[in-house]
């Protein structure tokens, strides 16, 4: 039996990706999340074939929750869907690590080819993307790889420091002491091998990473 996890903060989005799975694919057990944090709690509680994610749930944003999610569970492979539809995120999607980008108005049969492809270790875009949008950004996955090992909080300090917040409007931002943003800060410097908040800011920036509103350490 096949387990997929659903992980999308809408209820009808998640009933239309149960009903054309559950149509088209036999023998699944399908699993559903409407957050990061608690998607990350189901992936540690249950052998998962394959994990349906949504880009800008609860907890992430951008590209933060499935930088997250690849740190923690590389070994399972991931299909990004999502309302926004560009080749832009698309490549940066398929350069984080996803196997597949879905967008949410493809048709129920679509969706259930797409996943059996994923499933078989095949890569699925739609056919309308350019055929470049999945090659290989070495530079990209370099910056990608760096930033997935911070953790949420020194994720969110990074990304403040890239909106050009001193760290006491960061200690403000997040309800911490000025040393604990100047220990983050410190931390980020050196997981990123970096010197200066400029080389932050423009890490920062060539990501295009948002800070999530609220995500727990995992």
């Avoid at 903060?9 to 608690?38: F, I, K, Q, V, W």
Wanted: hydrophobic share 45%.
């Amino acid at each position: 039996m096949l387990t997929i996890l659903l992980a999308d903060d809408h209820p009808m989005y998640r009933d239309a990706l149960r009903g054309a799975l559950m149509l088209h694919l036999d023998d699944l057990n399908l699993l559903e999340t409407s957050d990061l944090n608690e998607t990350v709690k189901t992936l540690h509680e249950n052998d998962v074939d394959l994990l349906l994610f949504d880009l800008h749930m609860p907890g992430s944003t951008d590209l933060f929750g499935l930088i997250h999610i690849r740190k923690l569970f590389p070994e399972i492979p991931v299909a990004v869907v999502s309302g926004i539809e560009n080749v832009g995120i698309v490549s940066k999607v398929m350069n984080t690590g996803a196997l597949g980008f879905i967008p949410k108005t493809t048709q129920a049969s679509e969706v259930a080819k797409a996943v059996a492809s994923i499933l078989e270790g095949e890569v699925w875009v739609p056919e309308k993307m350019p055929s470049d949008v999945t090659d290989f950004d070495e530079a990209f996955v370099e910056l990608a790889e760096s930033v997935s090992s911070l953790t949420p909080a020194q994720y969110k300090v990074l990304c403040f420091m890239r909106d050009g917040l001193l760290n006491k409007q960061i200690a403000y931002e997040l309800d911490i002491a000025v040393a604990t943003v100047k220990a983050h800060v410190t931390a980020v410097f050196k997981k990123l091998k970096i010197n200066n908040r400029t080389q932050a800011v423009l890490i920062a920036s060539q990501l295009q990473l948002e800070p999530p509103p609220s995500v727990q350490a995992c």
